[in-house]
Nanobody
Framework: QVQLVESGGGLVQPGGSLRLSCAAS????????MGWYRQAPGKERERVAI???????NYADSVKGRFTISRDNAKNTAYLQMNNLKPEDTAVYYC?????????????????WGKGTPVTVSS
């Protein structure tokens, strides 16, 4: 019912920048929150940044001051601007959205995940 398409990942040198985007489409009635998570090989998936429908944000301590999450409500799209990238930022980045689905009887919203976009920070 809802699809997420991530883009913008790639290979960058330490200190470089990337902007990830996540476009949501489908039977969306309302988006309660969108966020970015990442997972490196052998590690658990961690939350990177979240933005609520009201615009409030929350960041992992490891990315504060370097990453910025934003949204375009008209396009149902979230962005993650990543600056001053470090090798430890290397991971597959996943978009997550909490939505109210059109016609759904499920209360509290439904979560959907993108397939992920890889980010590699290396010299």
């Amino acid at each position: 019912q809802v699809q997420l398409v991530e883009s913008g990942g790639g290979l960058v040198q330490p200190g470089g920048s990337l902007r990830l985007s996540c476009a949501a489409s489908g039977s969306i009635h309302i988006i309660y929150a969108m966020g970015w998570y990442r997972q490196a090989p052998g590690k658990e998936r961690e939350r990177v940044a979240i933005i609520s429908g009201g615009g409030s944000t929350n960041y992992a301590d490891s990315v504060k001051g370097r990453f910025t999450i934003s949204r375009d409500n008209a396009k149902n799209t979230a962005y993650l601007q990543m600056n001053n990238l470090k090798p430890e930022d290397t991971a597959v980045y996943y978009c997550n959205v909490l939505v109210g689905v059109r016609g759904s009887a499920v209360g509290g919203g439904t979560e959907y995940w993108g397939k992920g976009t890889p980010v590699t920070v290396s010299s």
